[in-house]
């Protein structure tokens, strides 16, 4: 029998996700694309398969624990010859990587070594881009202290020290392309006494350092220090070495790096030191730290009125309120309301029943207007636009993918139907049916959900004459589709019966104006109410 490692496989985007449920327990049989545990990023939920059949050992990672690709996972005991150059436990084998080995310091006449760091284990065998280097020459540093910051297509991460002592060389610079085993830096360290050894080989004699055991495990790197936002002096050198998760964070919170004090070396402003400014800016200021001045709602004790229950919220609903907020706040919204005569529409739609079946396909009216859509979009780019970070320039988009607002017992989420302006209704109508049930089971992968144009929010039968859909920012689009009905249309001669679909179009106002909207809506109108104008 031999212990195989499992490790986080490729999550379509996302950078980090967390573990929300440990689906077997150790000692569990498992088979092949069995689900070990279930992963959640800011936008879907995804089960990790088991690529071996055997026994778990045990889990590597808890619940609400935080990973990302390549971390190992588990441990499960597969039959088969076990490996022949490992003679010591899978665990210890985990925390003394054997890949990675340093060079022994080179002594000094002044009782100093100089120690290379090396890139530890990345967890790919691809080379990653150096897009930043955190220390000087001449700095002090501890270990478990970033000296550079490294970018691959996915994520990026950090190169903590191995070694305490004081930078002497950089090996890297920004740009490089760095494996794991290569050589960053240079550290003048200052050796520690040589500690009494028992049953010492001649191997373990040549040894720079005796290696871990369970009851010597290495020191876990320093927390960052804790500092007071309204009395940390602002960075004044107008350098703000900050990493890009940082950097997102910040931006997504409305915070001004060049406020936080970073507590990391040089100055590094880490996500503890953004956390802890918006923390004391909200603890110190009578309104909320979003900078729309608006106050914050004062918080009610509901218990005194009867039964309560708190019940916490999904990462996914937490991310949708967030984003709702934001964008509510920072797009200036303009909502357009119109009516589609969608009789003959419903009619033909009706009548492909038959063909539906025997192709499993089930054709719905969100088909229709998502083709309606993307003709429209097509006909007026202006909609498929978004504003430049700058606020100076348009990034118009020559693709179009559409968004659909999905439902779920987790939240709400949005899959986009790629390229629809080149796909037909049957194409567009499996789009729908594989994506709704990836997103009622919870399977969406983060690139299912990426590179949307414009999106639709249709509210089907529920009801409702009509809402203002908020914009799915950075899109400068939303249509809300409320629920049909049978009403009297004046054709010129005599009222006839009709069946009416409310649309709303909501949109930013700072990419189209009314003009825009209004020609993008009579064209969506046009098609809908006369098919035949979507095969022009």
Known sequence: MAVEIVTVPDLGGAETVDVIELSIAQGDAVALEDSLLVLESDKATMDVPSPFEGTLVKFLVADGDTVKVGDPIAEIEVSGQQAETSAEPVEESLKQPEPVQEPEPAATDDSVAEQFILVPDIGSEDPVDVIEISVAIGDEIEEGDTLLVLESDKATMDVPSSHSGTVVKILAAEGDKLNTGSEVAVLEITPAAPEPQIDKTPESASAPAPAATESAKPPAAPAPAVVDSASAPANQSGDIYAGPAVRLLARELGVDLAKVAGSGPRGRVQKDDVNLFVKTAL????????????????????????????????????????????????????????????????????????????????????????????????????????????????????YCNIGMAVDTPRGLVVPVIKNADEKGIWDISADIMALAASARDGKLKPADMQGGCFTLSSLGAIGGKGFTPIVNSPEVGILGVSKSQMQPVWNGQEFVPRLMLPLCLSYDHRVINGGDAGRFMTQLVKSLSDIRHLAL
Do not use: C, Y
């Not at 200021?285 to 709602?297: E, F, H, L």
């Not at 229950?309 to 357009?336: D, F, G, Y």
């Open 283 to 398: 603890s110190t200021s009578p309104v909320a730290a979003t900078g729309s001045g608006i106050p914050v709602v004062p918080e009610v004790d509901f218990s005194q009125f009867g039964d309560i229950e708190s019940i916490a919220m999904s990462k996914i609903q937490k991310l949708t309120a967030a984003n709702m907020q934001r964008n509510w706040l920072n797009v200036p919204h303009v909502t357009h309301f119109d009516d589609a005569d969608i009789t003959d529409l419903e009619a033909f739609r009706k009548s492909l029943a038959d063909e539906g079946a025997a192709r499993g396909i089930k054709v719905t009216p969100v088909a229709f207007l998502i083709k309606a859509l993307a003709t429209a979009i097509q006909a007026n780019p202006v909609v498929n636009r978004s504003l430049a970070a700058d606020g100076e320039h348009f990034i118009q988009k020559h």
